[in-house]
Every structure is written in structure tokens, then in C-alpha cells.
């Protein structure tokens, strides 16, 4: 199993700063992408940004040159650096770790975090 642990989100005014951090902890063979979604009020879940091993990173169009996506492959982390931060960036922020099996490693798919709230006040 797989397990995402989220922090850093919080209340910020408009144009201020957050970073969200997220670790996987369990037993695995190897995490191919790590990113974050987000569910703001009234809305579907959507992506904010992903990775792949060896790809870019995609960011969605609402947050490219505000928010920035680091990984850290050595602690199994991903960070999400947001800035200018706007009201209708609130919502629910999911980390999420893509998973490769090996033979004594079963666990594989797309996991999720619990979800970390982050509130942008105007």
C-alpha cells in the first residue's frame, strides 16, 4: 500500500504565498509522476500540476506562472509552490503518486493523498 501525506495548506490573503508538500510512505517499487489536483467550490477535481520520470511537468492553465511543481525523488516528495495566489484558487489540494508494481511490490496505480485546505482571502 501507498500512502500521501499532505501539508502546508492554510488561509493566505490574495497575492500572498503557500507551498504544499506531500510524502509517500509504504511499500512500493517506484513512483513514475507525483502532482497535485485540486477541487475548488462548485467544481470538478482538476488537475494543477503533474511530472512524469524523464517528462515536463503540466500545469494547468488557471495557475502556469504562479504555482511551480518540484519533486524529490530521493525522499518520494512533491512540492507545489504557490504564488499570487487569487480567491478562486481556494479549494481542497490532492497530492498524487503514480505507482509502478515489481514482482514483490504488487502496489501500482494512481494513489491519493487525504487532501490539504487552502483558503485565499480577498
Known amino acids: 500500500q501507498v500512502q500521501l501525506v499532505e501539508s502546508g495548506g492554510g488561509l493566505v490573503q490574495a497575492g500572498g504565498t503557500l507551498r504544499l508538500s506531500c510524502t509517500a510512505t509504504?511499500?512500493?517499487?517506484?513512483?513514475?509522476?507525483m502532482g497535485w489536483f485540486r477541487q475548488t467550490p462548485g467544481n470538478q477535481r482538476e488537475l494543477v500540476a503533474h511530472?512524469?520520470?524523464?517528462?515536463?511537468?503540466n500545469y494547468a492553465d488557471s495557475v502556469t506562472g504562479r504555482f511551480t511543481l518540484s519533486r524529490d525523488n530521493a525522499k518520494n516528495a512533491v512540492y507545489l509552490q504557490m504564488s499570487g495566489l487569487k480567491p478562486e484558487d481556494t479549494g481542497a489540494y490532492y497530492c498524487?503518486?503514480?505507482?509502478?508494481?515489481?514482482?514483490?511490490?504488487?502496489?501500482?496505480?494512481?494513489?491519493w493523498g487525504q487532501g490539504t485546505q487552502v483558503t485565499v482571502s480577498s
Open positions: 511530472t512524469y520520470d524523464g517528462g515536463r511537468t
Open positions: 498524487i503518486a503514480d505507482v509502478v508494481s515489481s514482482a514483490d511490490k504488487p502496489a501500482a496505480g494512481r494513489y
Open positions: 509504504g511499500s512500493f517499487f517506484r513512483i513514475y509522476g
